[in-house]
């Protein structure tokens, strides 16, 4: 039969098991949150960079080829029909923005490709006073309002435009929505999701998703930082600190402008943090469900145990007289005889038997008669005073007490003493030699007996019981 207290235990380290073995998982899933996460935002920022690179670039050889048709032999005039139909193809092809053209005085000679500027004096704009300070130089502006009809903020690379003598004649530049950006940053999908945005050197914003949220100090000052260093590229990695995150910087191109991806902690740990509540839910019911099995199954074993205690007793003992019975008695004396065998010390044996009983029965009737052995009963287990001491009933009117570690003139005191005992309860016996209840007990031990077997200690005691009543009854013989 299974320990209740043992498989109470078993169940709660199982739990333990259990819970540590989670704990490690969710950890693991952690370290893995923060590998996805720098994996994840350095190529979302490699593929911002690449397209805005691309992009640019191709804005960039459009007002190339707007100086390359101005120095032709062909151009007489920036504002030609040839410039215009070359430029009229050029961006019908690739560019999305509006392409404008200018002379020195900033005056708008060309507006190709979506919407047009409705003034015609630029010379105020960024990407006109730019152009002219720093000759042959792309510059990007930073954002503006378009006098479009429908407005939203734009930024312009430009460009001056020079003749074939290398005189500056014009500007030339490409004025792109900034809607395109966000949307196209928007349409990334970014996971883990954390801000991406695009900026000029100095800072200022050109795109941001999500547009809503604003970075931190911390991430702008990280900025400024990777700016001043000059490089190409820069990752601030810092997943051992309190608060986690990932930021990354690219540099596009040659152009002033940089796309920035930041990961804050909630968006690294957005996934994992639900996966762990989950976990833990889930942890916390299996750990409930195993503490009440393993308490029902407590329960239920304890109680198998104690029908199990009962039923062994009753199967090891005489119900009339509540000593034990002679199954008993067999297995406890065989378990003694081996321990004496193994120099567990003397064993003694003391049989006895109730004088006269059948005449008491046959005078007083059978229920007397089971009062009778009850009463002598009650005097017989009293003479088991130790804890490897024991009685039991042999059969009909005859008992039989076991002790070990016992030589013979300890186990004839303690049978003079259950004798005495007998006679001393004075129960009337009309039938019997001396008026009352008495017994004959006969005591052997291994002290004085040399036996082969406990079933011979036995003969020998119930021998010295057979001389105890030929030498006239209620005596003890050993």
Not at 16 to 43: C, F, I, P, Q
Not at 74 to 90: F, K, N, Q, S
Not at 123 to 129: C, D, G, H, L, M
Not at 323 to 339: C, G, M, Q, V
């Given at each position: 039969?299974?320990?209740?207290?043992?498989?109470?235990?078993?169940?709660?380290?199982?739990?333990?098991?259990?819970?540590?073995?989670?704990?490690?998982?969710?950890?693991?899933?952690?370290?893995?949150?923060?590998?996805?996460?720098?994996?994840?935002?350095?190529?979302?920022?490699?593929?911002?960079?690449?397209?805005?690179?691309?992009?640019?670039?191709?804005?960039?050889?459009?007002?190339?080829?707007?100086?390359?048709?101005?120095?032709?032999?062909?151009?007489?005039?920036?504002?030609?029909?040839?410039?215009?139909?070359?430029?009229?193809?050029?961006?019908?092809?690739?560019?999305?923005?509006?392409?404008?053209?200018?002379d020195v005085q900033g005056q708008l000679l060309q507006s190709l490709h979506n919407e047009s500027e409705i003034e015609r004096?630029?010379?105020?704009?960024?990407?006109?006073?730019a152009a002219m300070a720093a000759p042959g130089v792309l510059h990007l502006s930073h954002p503006f309002l378009p006098s479009?009809?429908?407005?939203?903020?734009?930024?312009?690379?430009?460009?001056?435009?020079?003749?074939?003598?290398?005189?500056?004649?014009?500007?030339?530049?490409?004025?792109?929505?900034?809607?395109?950006?966000?949307?196209?940053?928007?349409?990334?999908?970014?996971?883990?999701?954390?801000?991406?945005?695009?900026?000029?050197?100095?800072?200022?914003?050109?795109?941001?998703?999500?547009?809503?949220?604003?970075?931190?100090?911390?991430?702008?000052?990280?900025?400024?930082?990777?700016?001043?260093?000059?490089?190409?590229?820069?990752?601030?990695?810092?997943?051992?600190?309190?608060?986690?995150?990932?930021?990354?910087?690219?540099?596009?191109?040659?152009?002033?402008?940089?796309?920035?991806?930041?990961?804050?902690?909630?968006?690294?740990?957005?996934?994992?943090?639900?996966?762990?509540?989950?976990?833990?839910?889930?942890?916390?019911?299996?750990?409930?469900?195993?503490?009440?099995?393993?308490?029902?199954?407590?329960?239920?074993?304890?109680?198998?145990?104690?029908?199990?205690?009962?039923?062994?007793?009753?199967?090891?003992?005489?119900?009339?007289?509540?000593?034990?019975?002679?199954?008993?008695?067999?297995?406890?004396?065989?378990?003694?005889?081996?321990?004496?065998?193994?120099?567990?010390?003397?064993?003694?044996?003391?049989?006895?038997?109730?004088?006269?009983?059948?005449?008491?029965?046959?005078?007083?009737?059978?229920?007397?008669?089971?009062?009778?052995?009850?009463?002598?009963?009650?005097?017989?287990?009293?003479?088991?005073?130790?804890?490897?001491?024991?009685?039991?009933?042999?059969?009909?009117?005859?008992?039989?007490?076991?002790?070990?570690?016992?030589?013979?003139?300890?186990?004839?005191?303690?049978?003079?003493?259950?004798?005495?005992?007998?006679?001393?309860?004075?129960?009337?016996?009309?039938?019997?030699?001396?008026?009352?209840?008495?017994?004959?007990?006969?005591?052997?031990?291994?002290?004085?007996?040399?036996?082969?077997?406990?079933?011979?200690?036995?003969?020998?005691?119930?021998?010295?019981?057979?001389?105890?009543?030929?030498?006239?009854?209620?005596?003890?013989?050993?």
């Open positions: 039969m299974l320990k209740p207290v043992r498989v109470f235990a078993v169940m709660m380290v199982l739990a333990v098991a259990v819970s540590v073995l989670a704990g490690w998982h969710m950890l693991t899933m952690k370290r893995d949150a923060l590998e996805y996460a720098r994996a994840s935002g350095a190529n979302i920022l490699l593929m911002v960079e690449r397209e805005l690179l691309r992009d640019l670039d191709v804005h960039a050889q459009t007002l190339q080829t707007i100086n390359n048709v101005v120095n032709s032999a062909d151009a007489r005039e920036i504002a030609g029909p040839a410039l215009a139909a070359l430029v009229r193809g050029h961006a019908a092809g690739s560019v999305e923005g509006t392409i404008v053209v200018t004096d630029l010379s105020r704009r960024e990407y006109f006073t479009y009809d429908d407005i939203h903020p734009a930024t312009a690379l430009s460009r001056s435009v020079t003749d074939s003598a290398g005189n500056v004649v014009g500007v030339a530049a490409v004025i792109k929505d900034l809607r395109h950006l966000n949307r196209f940053i928007e349409g990334l999908k970014t996971e883990p999701s954390g801000i991406v945005s695009i900026r000029l050197l100095d800072g200022t914003l050109l795109a941001q998703w999500p547009a809503s949220q604003e970075g931190s100090q911390d991430e702008l000052g990280a900025f400024h930082q990777f700016v001043a260093s000059g490089l190409q590229e820069y990752v601030v990695d810092g997943f051992d600190e309190v608060e986690p995150h990932w930021r990354g910087y690219q540099r596009v191109g040659n152009y002033p402008v940089v796309v920035g991806m930041d990961v804050p902690r909630r968006d690294i740990f957005r996934a994992w943090e639900t996966r762990t509540v989950v976990t833990s839910g889930l942890l916390l019911l299996f750990n409930l469900a195993t503490v009440a099995l393993a308490y029902g199954l407590t329960r239920h074993l304890r109680h198998l145990d104690v029908v199990e205690n009962r039923l062994r007793a009753e199967a090891s003992t005489d119900a009339l007289t509540g000593l034990h019975n002679r199954r008993w008695f067999d297995e406890k004396s065989r378990a003694e005889w081996h321990r004496h065998l193994r120099g567990g010390g003397e064993l003694a044996i003391l049989m006895l038997d109730i004088d006269q009983f059948k005449a008491y029965n046959d005078h007083y009737g059978h229920p007397m008669g089971d009062k009778a052995l009850a009463r002598v009963a009650e005097q017989v287990q009293l003479a088991c005073r130790r804890e490897g001491d024991g009685a039991a009933r042999y059969g009909g009117e005859e008992f039989v007490v076991i002790l070990p570690m016992c030589d013979l003139a300890g186990a004839l005191v303690i049978a003079e003493n259950v004798r005495q005992a007998v006679h001393a309860q004075a129960l009337p016996h009309e039938k019997g030699a001396n008026g009352v209840v008495t017994v004959s007990i006969g005591v052997a031990s291994t002290s004085s007996t040399t036996v082969e077997s406990v079933e011979a200690l036995v003969k020998v005691a119930d021998d010295c019981l057979y001389r105890a009543k030929a030498g006239g009854r209620n005596r003890v013989e050993g």
